[in-house]
């Protein structure tokens, strides 16, 4: 693709379009931040881009992030949201309904942010894969991603999708035509580590899946910087999952949930192959997961499912 072309139209097109203000969905990943870069150009100042903690971030991503925004000249605003996030989880198990709920809670907070800013446009980062699994009329609903379910359908704002028919390695090439400094990032699902702990949620829980997944992302990132893996994995990450097995700790019993670690090669996120990670890049990840939370994770176990079968994340 020709991403200075494409550049060049989106911004053509949403100055032309759009004579108000507009807020955007900023998470920091490859596309929401790719989606904020080129309607910046396109508004300017007119643009507000709201980043929302939603206590399901990553290790450490909140500050790196806020430092990021920085460089990039965006008008922004951080709103740290992450007991509302919990609230509205509350006794919430099933799958498909916490990806609505926390879509609802992203929505319902853009929506007060917006107001404040009397924005009337929402500009998001989906990409092609986002509205496709989600159901059109043609497929079938497999998940339902956040920015594309959530949406009420009285919403006020109108929306503008810019990478809306693009492919992640088609976004990947506009971010580094953009000089966007998260270019080459793994993604992240817009409801973030909520998914990747299974059912119901609780604070200290995704604390442990938090730290787990800092673990397996430094030890396979050390292993690339120290040559002992040609390349990164698509995507690389934990899940923490509610089974339950026996091991010992000291010489005592211990009755301990496991850790999942995910590690796929993908060019699209539509399919996907387990990496083939070696042997003891997988062991240094067992050993400190089971050094640093071993009064909860007694087990660690690796995923080699492909997609299809399966998808990506577990929920
Ligand atoms: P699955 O699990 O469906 O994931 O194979 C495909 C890709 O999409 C990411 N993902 C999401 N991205 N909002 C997003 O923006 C979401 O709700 C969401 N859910 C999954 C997933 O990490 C993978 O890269």
Not at 80 to 105: M, T
Not at 179 to 189: G, K, L, M, N, T
Not at 262 to 267: C, D, G, I, N, Y
Request: net charge negative; hydrophobic share 45%.
């Amino acid at each position: 693709m020709d991403a200075r072309k494409f550049v060049e139209e989106q911004v053509r097109d949403i100055s032309a379009r759009v004579g108000g203000r507009a807020i955007v969905a900023l998470s920091g990943g490859v596309d929401s931040t790719v989606a904020a870069a080129i309607v910046n150009r396109a508004i300017g100042d007119r643009l507000l881009a709201v980043y929302v903690d939603t206590g399901f971030m990553r290790k450490g991503e909140t500050e790196r992030l806020e430092s990021m925004f920085g460089r990039l000249g965006l008008n922004y605003r951080i709103v740290h949201a992450s007991d509302l996030f919990f609230d509205s989880l509350e006794g919430v198990a099933d799958a498909e309904k916490k990806r609505v709920a926390i879509g609802r809670k992203f929505i319902e907070i853009f929506e007060e942010e917006a107001g404040a800013f009397q924005a009337e446009y929402l500009v998001q980062g989906t990409i092609a894969p986002d509205w496709i699994e989600s159901g059109g009329t043609l497929r079938d609903r497999i998940k339902s991603h956040h920015n594309v379910a959530g949406l009420p359908e009285n919403m006020k704002l109108k929306l503008i999708e810019p990478l809306r028919d693009l492919y992640k390695d088609e976004v990947r090439t506009v971010a580094r035509h953009l000089a966007i400094e998260v270019s080459e990032r793994q993604p992240f699902p817009g409801p973030g580590l909520a998914v990747r702990v299974l059912g119901g949620l609780t604070r200290e829980d995704v604390e442990i899946e938090r730290e787990a997944c800092a673990i397996v992302e430094e030890e396979i990132e050390k292993a690339y910087a120290e040559r002992r893996m040609d390349a990164l994995p698509w995507q690389y990450f934990s899940v923490l999952i509610p089974v339950r097995s026996v091991g010992v700790q000291g010489d005592v019993r211990a009755f301990g949930r496991t850790i999942v670690v995910r590690a796929v090669l993908s060019k699209d996120a539509m399919t996907a192959r387990f990496a083939d990670l070696p042997h003891d890049v997988l062991e240094n990840i067992a050993t400190r997961i089971t050094n640093k939370l071993g009064s909860s994770i007694t087990r660690v176990v690796y995923d080699i499912t492909n997609k299809p079968p399966a998808t990506i994340e577990w929920e």
